[in-house]
């Protein structure tokens, strides 16, 4: 059974700095890998979708890689603003395209 | 229409009665799924639908929860004789069905059942 763990569970820092979250998984036979945020109260919003024969894929300030044999991905956000604040959420893609997701990285951007 | 819209935003209900939870994909999405999340938990798969049909219904948490979906658009989520463990948010999420793209998730709908 694919478990997906999310490494800090949570992070402060000041506006202005790189920083990286971390998610592994345990069965290396994905579809994809796709990261969302997910703000207080609402849905979830999709941030980058990387294909398992991918290894990275950007999107303004953020990247995020994947390397599938070791079963871990990266998301990279660079210049962190306090508008970044929010639950940051990796899941992988199994067949049919069901997700199992991570509990999360609560991220705070402080002014 | 332009995302996932999900009805209603909000429902209270006492233990024991039935909720409908309705759930209206992006237009031309042939793949639907439905998640549950609750309170300070990470998302748990339900069920998932390719068309109308449901190929997987592994997630569906008891035989009180039950699921359909016609003209391959709107989908239901039942959920018979609530119990109190069934309070969550409930997030539906469609994609376009052909490989193995993004999935779009709506706003949820938050269920307390007292």
């Known amino acids: 059974k694919q478990e997906v763990t999310q490494i800090p569970a949570a992070l402060s820092v000041p506006e202005g700095e790189n920083l990286v979250l971390n998610c592994s998984f345990t069965?290396?036979?994905?579809?994809?890998l796709q990261w969302f945020r997910q703000d207080p109260g609402k849905g979830l919003t999709s941030l980058l979708l990387?294909?398992?024969?991918?290894r990275e894929q950007t999107s303004g300030r953020l990247n995020a890689s994947l390397d599938k044999s070791s079963g871990r991905s990266t998301l990279y956000i660079a210049a962190s603003q306090p508008g970044d604040s929010a639950t940051y959420l990796c899941?992988?893609?199994?067949?049919?395209?069901?997700?199992?997701f991570g509990a999360g990285t609560i991220l705070r951007v402080k002014s | 229409g332009a995302g996932v819209s999900q009805s209603p935003s909000n429902k209270v209900t006492e233990k024991g009665k039935d909720v409908e939870l309705r759930c209206d994909p992006i237009?031309?999405?042939?793949?639907l799924y439905w998640y549950r999340q609750r309170l300070g938990q990470g998302l748990e798969f339900l069920i998932y639908?390719?068309?109308?049909?449901?190929?997987?219904k592994s997630g569906l948490p008891s035989d009180r929860f039950s699921a359909e979906r016609t003209g391959e658009s709107v989908s239901t989520l039942t959920i018979q004789r609530t119990q109190q463990e069934d309070s969550a948010v409930y997030l539906c999420?469609?994609?376009?069905?052909?490989?193995?793209?993004?999935?779009?998730f709506g706003e949820g709908s938050r269920l307390t059942v007292l």
């Open positions: 639908f390719q068309g109308n049909s449901a190929p997987d």
């Open positions: 899941a992988a893609g199994e067949y049919g395209n069901k997700l199992v």
């Open positions: 069965d290396s036979a994905i579809y994809n």
């Open positions: 999420a469609s994609s376009s069905g052909t490989g193995y793209g993004e999935l779009f």
């Open positions: 990387i294909q398992s024969s991918q």
């Open positions: 237009s031309g999405h042939t793949a």
